[in-house]
């Protein structure tokens, strides 16, 4: 039997949104700009390395596929498990394993030579995977939650919700008793607040992990791991 999404808590979704913000935003500074937490980015770039002739990054053609396998992969072992808390439970500490290892990678080696340097493309593959992971256990186990590492339709949908929820208002303005305004603000309102937090979150993250990695290089990424730990041993005590 398949497992079923389960209700979280907003401020867990803002919480893997703000490690995704932190590992995307220190590999972009180590890694020669690559972006291990949207799949979008590694599509673009690989289309500029082919326009500007560059010199092959494997890493960038080899995120795509990666990033995919760590999602399919994340699948198949949250299906072996006997239920959705231990699916959680797995799938997060794979993640966290992940991100250990490439923190300690970092932390050993960086900085690194050139992107295609051997423990450049580990450290690489390592995020790329991680960030696959987390996308794939926040859309298979986490009931209505929005992607907590890509932001570009998270963005649209928040603009969405927010116009129709300001449409709605309008109309119970005029019109105070229509039951479809009321019903159209109230779920664009819960729509919007499952959003914002992933947004921010994200955002959040980033800054920190921009901000923390020039100052104090890899050893931002053990934040990160931090919560990571932080989160699983939430999964683990959830009843």
């Known amino acids: 039997m398949a497992v079923k999404a389960i209700e979280v808590p907003k401020w867990i979704a803002g919480l893997l949104a703000f490690v995704a913000g932190v590992v995307d935003a220190c590999t972009v500074f180590a890694l020669f700009g690559l972006f291990v937490a949207q799949v979008t980015g590694s599509f673009v ?31 198949l072992l949250a299906e072996l498990a006997d239920n959705s808390r231990k699916a959680l439970i797995v799938t997060v500490g794979v993640e966290l394993l992940l991100v250990g290892a490439l923190a300690v990678i970092g932390l ?37 939650v929005a992607s907590t590492n890509v932001m570009t339709t998270n963005t649209t949908l928040a603009a969405i919700e927010l116009a129709q929820w300001l449409v709605a208002a309008r109309r119970l ?29 994200f955002l959040a993250g980033a800054c920190c992990g921009a901000i923390g990695y020039t100052q104090v290089g890899f050893s931002i990424m053990l934040l990160a791991v931090a919560l990571l730990a932080a989160l699983l041993l939430w999964a683990i005590r959830l009843r």
Request: proline content about 6%; charged content about 15%; aromatic content about 6%.
């Open 173 to 201: 303005a005029k019109h105070p008793d229509d039951a479809a305004a009321k019903t159209a603000r109230r779920r664009a309102r819960d729509a919007f607040a499952n959003l914002w937090p992933v947004l921010a979150g």
């Open 108 to 144: 050993s080696a960086a900085p690194f030579a050139h992107p295609n340097a051997p423990l450049a493309l580990v450290a690489g593959v390592l995020g790329v995977t991680a960030m696959g992971v987390q996308s794939a256990l926040v859309r298979l186990l986490m009931r209505g």
């Open 45 to 75: 770039l690989i289309g500029a390395q082919i326009v500007n002739a560059d010199i092959v990054n494997v890493i960038r053609t080899l995120a795509i596929p990666l990033f995919f396998l760590a999602g399919f992969a994340a699948v």
